[in-house]
């Protein structure tokens, strides 16, 4: 079993700050790509940012040079910094990660249950 888990969502200020964590568990043999998806009301779920184990990020062009994202290997950890917020950045936030686990022998994708982000006066 594997277990994604959030932390750190909130209500800020329009240009305010944010960081989200993720940390996963369970019978993992290794981790591919790890990241954050939002989904808004009425919308679909979109990426915000990815980054492989070796440090190769990506990022939505909506959040480039206000997003950083950040991985921990060893602790199984991903981060997203939210810089200069906006409104629109209002969603809520999952933890994504493509792990192999020891019983499946293969990747698969794995979510968190998502933690609300909202930028509001």
């Known amino acids: 079993q594997v277990q994604l888990v959030e932390s750190g969502g909130g209500l800020v200020q329009p240009g305010g700050s944010l960081r989200l964590s993720c940390a996963a568990s369970g019978s993992i043999f290794g981790i591919n790509r790890m990241g954050w998806y939002r989904q808004a009301p009425g919308k679909q779920r979109e990426l915000v940012s990815t980054i492989t184990s070796d440090g190769n990020t990506n990022y939505a062009d909506s959040v480039k040079g206000r997003f950083t994202i950040s991985r921990d290997n060893a602790k199984k950890t991903v981060s997203l910094q939210m810089n200069s917020l906006k409104p629109e950045d209002t969603a809520v936030y999952y933890c994504?990660?493509?792990?192999?686990?020891?019983?499946?022998?293969?990747?698969?994708?794995?979510w968190g249950q998502g933690t609300q982000v909202s930028v509001s006066s």
């Open positions: 994504y990660a493509y792990i192999k686990t020891w019983s499946l022998g293969r990747h698969n994708d794995y």
